[in-house]
């Protein structure tokens, strides 16, 4: 258990925690560049040339947004680098950090793995999208009452995908949130706090064990 000095906050305790609450507010302002580069193409695969773009039409955390995409384009660099939605990270591109994790109609999903031009029609929510106004969400404030997290690039994705492990009544307990968290990887091992905070939020929404 990580407990608070009772002392008041000193000055630079003060800017770590707005620096906290801009990293779960939005992700942090960093630009993420992926952890691993693309393999470089083989020749005639290089030469074809791209498919014609198409329109896809995204509502993202409430508003309605017109693309023109490439139609292999994920719904993670459509929300990066089209909409600029940058909280969203982008670990691995293939399934398996959860730093993409965002909601589609209150589900996690993978952003990497899901293409844009299938994500019409769909309500996607993404780390930006959770606070009301400057109100953050429960799991939001707990992460920081934790210090869930230390470089933060895991941490939109933790907290999108412990939103919806709450939501789903998988937060009984801290083995069984580990268990329904464990496709989120932390590479600094903050595993126990981001439990933590996890089951503090559970019990908030009367759904922790
Ligand atoms: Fe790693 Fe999507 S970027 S799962
Ligand atoms: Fe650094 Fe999770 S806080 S990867």
């Known amino acids: 258990m990580h407990e608070r000095p009772p002392s008041a906050p000193t000055g630079t305790e ?25 393999a470089a193409l083989p020749e005639a695969q290089a030469a074809t ?15 309605e947004h017109r693309l023109t995409l490439d139609p292999r384009t994920t719904l993670l660099d459509a929300l990066r680098e089209h909409l600029h939605l940058t909280g969203s990270k982008k670990g691995c591109g293939l399934g398996q950090c959860g ?18 031009a299938l994500a019409q029609g769909r309500d996607i929510t993404t780390i930006e999208g959770l606070a009301q106004g400057e109100q953050l969400h429960p799991l939001q404030t707990a992460f920081i009452e934790r210090d ?11 907290i999108m995908a412990g939103v ?13 949130i580990r268990d329904w968290m464990s496709g989120n990887i932390c590479r600094c091992g903050a595993y126990d706090h981001i ?6 939020a559970a019990r908030q929404v009367g759904r922790g064990g």
């Open 195 to 200: 439990v933590a905070a996890i089951q503090d």
């Open 14 to 38: 003060v800017r770590r925690r707005e620096l906290l609450k801009a990293t779960v507010a939005t992700g942090g302002a960093a630009a993420a560049a992926p952890l691993l580069s693309s």
């Open 148 to 158: 869930a997290f230390q470089c933060g690039y895991c941490t939109p994705g933790q």
């Open 99 to 116: 730093a993409c994790t965002v909601l589609m109609d209150g589900k996690r999903v993978k952003s990497c793995l899901s293409l844009a």
């Open 49 to 63: 040339p791209p498919p014609a773009a198409v329109p896809v039409a995204l509502r993202v955390n409430g508003a």
């Open 164 to 176: 919806a492990c709450i939501a789903e009544g998988h937060a009984g307990s801290a083995q069984e």
